[in-house]
């Protein structure tokens, strides 16, 4: 199914940001936990959090949360399985799905 366009801007700007990308190729080899995936990456748990709820609201990730063998709450993410097609076709018929602009408006 071809994305709306404003479902075609949030993945897009989801994904324009070097640690987001590199989040989410981190995520693609299995779900994985805050904590661990924040060691992973370099970068501290807030920083990643407010990355993961980017990416989560552009529906490209979704997360669990899951109790340990020792009663422990834990955030695990993984990769909502997506395929992306960028055609010149692909992004008009998104366009068609925005709101005017107000210069289209009559």
């Known amino acids: 199914m071809t994305p709306t366009g404003d479902e075609l ?6 994904l324009a940001n070097p ?3 590199r989040i989410v190729a981190q995520l693609a080899g299995g779900r994985d936990y805050v904590s661990h995936l ?3 990456i370099g ?3 807030p920083l990643l959090h407010m990355h993961l709820q980017r990416l989560e609201a552009a529906g490209l990730i979704v997360g669990s949360l899951e109790l340990s063998d020792d009663g422990k709450a834990m955030k695990y993410y993984e990769v909502v399985d997506f395929d992306l097609h ?3 076709s692909a ?3 998104a366009v068609r799905t925005l709101p005017p602009t107000d ?3 009559p």
């Open 9 to 14: 801007l949030a993945m897009l700007s989801a």
């Open 19 to 21: 640690l987001r990308l």
């Open 38 to 40: 924040a060691r992973e």
């Open 43 to 45: 970068i501290s748990r």
């Open 86 to 88: 960028l055609t010149a």
């Open 91 to 93: 992004l008009a018929e």
């Open 103 to 105: 210069q289209e408006k």
